[in-house]
């Protein structure tokens, strides 16, 4: 096995992602590497390229502004903005606040959750849909209201689930 070179962690990102969205996040190092306190603006340009933060993104962001990857890994842990999995293509987001939950959003998440076989967190096996709670999204006149990609859907009942989920299959 002598004179196989192991992959950089470059090449590895360059095959896991693409060239492209590598070369983009590259330059978006660049243009903050010698700005300080710049770790998090550095950290949001790899979640909107990549979509969320692997461990191969965070060990490349740690080399490359030298820092500790127990810092950027407390970081991506600590912030709701970061996600360390891949989010599916339609993200649910089922309010959870007081106006929500008194008015039966419990249900619905558990509805949820039953037809699409997911927990809370959790993206499905094909990729679609992923499932997160929410303390509010500003709607309360529309309670129980739950919004997939930006679309808002309110004075919801656990039987308008399967007709709204069925718009986005």
Same mark, same amino acid.
């Given at each position: 096995?002598?004179?196989?070179?192991?992959?950089?962690?470059?090449?590895?990102?360059?095959?896991?992602?693409?060239?492209?969205?590598?070369?983009?996040?590259?330059?978006?190092?660049?243009?903050?590497?010698?700005?300080?306190?710049?770790?998090?603006?550095?950290?949001?340009?790899?979640?909107?390229?990549? !979509?969320?933060?692997?461990? @191969?993104?965070?060990?490349?962001?740690?080399?490359?502004?030298?820092? #500790?990857?127990?810092? %950027?890994? +407390?970081?991506?842990?600590?912030?709701?903005?970061?996600?360390?999995?891949?989010?599916?293509?339609?993200?649910?987001?089922?309010?959870?606040?007081?106006?929500?939950?008194?008015?039966?959003?419990?249900?619905?998440?558990?509805?949820?959750?039953?037809?699409?076989?997911?927990?809370?967190?959790?993206?499905?096996?094909? !990729?679609?849909?992923?499932? @997160?709670?929410?303390?509010?999204?500003?709607?309360?006149?529309?309670? #129980?209201?739950?919004? %997939?990609? +930006?679309?808002?859907?309110?004075?919801?009942?656990?039987?308008?689930?399967?007709?709204?989920?069925?718009?986005?299959?």
């Amino acid at each position: 096995m002598q004179g196989m070179k192991e992959a950089s962690l470059e090449e590895k990102l360059v095959e896991k992602f693409g060239k492209d969205k590598v070369e983009k996040f590259k330059k978006s190092i660049e243009n903050y590497r010698e700005i300080p306190g710049s770790l998090i603006a550095v950290m949001n340009d790899a979640q909107e390229i990549f !979509g969320y933060l692997p461990i @191969e993104v965070q060990l490349f962001i740690s080399q490359e502004m030298k820092v #500790p990857l127990t810092e %950027i890994f +407390g970081i991506s842990t600590f912030y709701s903005r970061f996600t360390l999995k891949p989010s599916g293509k339609y993200k649910i987001n089922l309010c959870m606040g007081t106006a929500c939950y008194v008015r039966g959003a419990a249900m619905l998440l558990e509805k949820i959750k039953e037809k699409l076989g997911i927990e809370v967190g959790e993206t499905t096996e094909d !990729g679609k849909f992923s499932l @997160e709670p929410t303390r509010c999204l500003g709607a309360c006149a529309l309670a #129980p209201v739950m919004m %997939i990609n +930006g679309e808002v859907f309110g004075r919801l009942t656990p039987n308008d689930v399967d007709e709204i989920l069925k718009k986005f299959e």
